[in-house]
């Protein structure tokens, strides 16, 4: 992966991450930076440089209701 890629995907994260919490972007970036249950005990924004931050993408997505899915 690219750092523009990586990039491109911190950007993506925060983004759907400030949506999710109406939109305070402190939240955001601390959200995207502790460990979570969701992402195997990873912080979403740990989980870019490895190829996973699509996955962190996706989640988000289903959370704020931009992609269909089980969002609980």
């Known amino acids: 992966m690219t750092d ?3 990039l491109d995907q911190y950007t993506q994260i ?3 991450a400030t ?3 109406d939109g305070i972007w402190e939240d955001a970036v601390m959200w995207a930076q502790t460990p979570s249950e969701h992402f ?3 912080a979403p924004a740990q989980l870019v440089p ?3 931050g699509q996955l962190v ?3 988000l997505m289903v959370r704020t209701g931009r992609k269909p899915g089980a969002a609980f």
């Open 4 to 6: 523009k890629e990586m």
């Open 14 to 16: 925060h983004e759907l």
């Open 19 to 21: 949506e999710l919490f």
């Open 40 to 42: 195997f005990g990873n």
């Open 50 to 52: 490895s190829g996973g």
């Open 57 to 59: 993408i996706d989640w």
